[in-house]
């Protein structure tokens, strides 16, 4: 709690405001991102300065706030940044990323009748839009305010948007993450909305797939990629061989996790369809309810999100697509070279983001829990199991040589 008051102290000092055209600018943690760096992995406690044109621009909007209500608003850019600094990747890497929110007031909250700024059909429950009117809003705003305009393939690679909604009932409701394109069709951005952004930042910014399970019994038709590519790597294997798990390097007895009897690493069910999904931690910020088995696999619906952490998996997932947007991983285009340049830099960033002791911390936590003994866990296959014939969708149907 220290900590969180520290931080939350500091960003409302450094907090700016500019007005841009018709639209209001505040800035939070400039200190930290004024003069751009990532943290030098092979050195800890040292620093790399990076280009600005490598900068990660967080642009955060607000829909359904009222005139009277931009002090709100500033509160909540100010503890949205707080909290995004609360989370091991972010607060490690915070000096790659520059945090501004927009201020445009509404006329109305975010409803069904979409007479809100950027008109979000906002439920008591639920937020995401992507219609014309939302997205011709969002990239008006985006016009007005200073940007990294770097792209790949039309898709904005380094800006990403962050909207806070306003309800009927003054709350900001669950939400969802999207990719926005432009009303004229050549610009895409990725968008997070809602409630649980931190959540849907890990979506739209980090590329991360839900690990909760929606639909008892679903079946995934999704193909393990025979290769890691950093474009396109996930938190989800949709293999259960060892060698073609992409985590295999954290699970149970690994140099980096030596417990055996570790929750960490092992396969869990669920990457929104139940059956040939699974994802590496029984709970992580990137997890949910939904049809969630409990951990003992009796009833569903388990809450199973971690608030306050993102798997070792996703986390790095995230340092590792950071590192490459901000230069570090070199400029190679291809995605498996951009992987083994990553692999050969991991026991690096194990060292500078102490994995090894965090993982042990965890795994206090877990074993005083019984995680290791969840019926829900399932143990890699052996490598020398063959795929037999698959039903529809293409997955496949495991079976033993023996």
Known sequence: MKYRLAVWFVCFALTVV???????VI?????????????DLRQPGRQIPIPIDKRIDIVILGDGYLAAERADFQRDVVDWYNRFLEYEPWQRMRGAFRVRGVWTPSEERATLNQRSHYKQPATPDY?????LQSRRAIFEALAAIDHNPARRDGLLTHTVVVMLIRNERRENPSG???????????????????????????????????????????????????????????????????SRIPWRHLMPGSEINPDTESAIGLLWPGGVDELGAWHSEPRCLMNGTHDNWDLSKTWRGEYLRDRDRFCFWCEEILVARTMQK?????????????????????????????????????????????????????????????????????????????
């Open 18 to 24: 500019s007005p841009v055209f018709a639209h209001e």
């Open 127 to 131: 937020a995401g839009d992507s219609g």
């Open 27 to 39: 800035s939070v943690g400039n200190a930290n991102w004024e003069q751009p760096w990532m943290p």
């Open 326 to 402: 901000t230069g570090l991983l070199g400029e190679a285009d291809c995605g498996e070279q951009l992987w083994k340049t990553w692999e050969a830099m991991r026991p690096h960033y194990q060292k500078s983001f102490k994995v090894a002791e965090r993982i042990k911390q965890v795994n206090a936590v877990n074993a005083r829990e019984r995680l290791h003994e969840s019926r829900l866990a399932e143990r890699p296959r052996p490598d020398h199991v063959v795929l037999t014939s698959a039903p529809a969708g293409n997955v496949p149907i495991i079976a033993n040589e023996n």
């Open 176 to 242: 969802v993450a999207r990719t926005i394109v432009s009303p004229d069709r050549s610009t895409a951005l990725r968008a997070g909305f809602g409630s649980y952004t931190h959540h849907e930042f890990g979506h739209s910014y980090g590329g991360l797939w839900d690990e909760y399970i929606r639909g008892p019994g679903s079946v995934s038709t999704r193909q393990q990629p025979e290769a890691v590519c950093l474009h396109s790597v996930t938190n989800i294997s949709y293999a259960s061989e060892h």
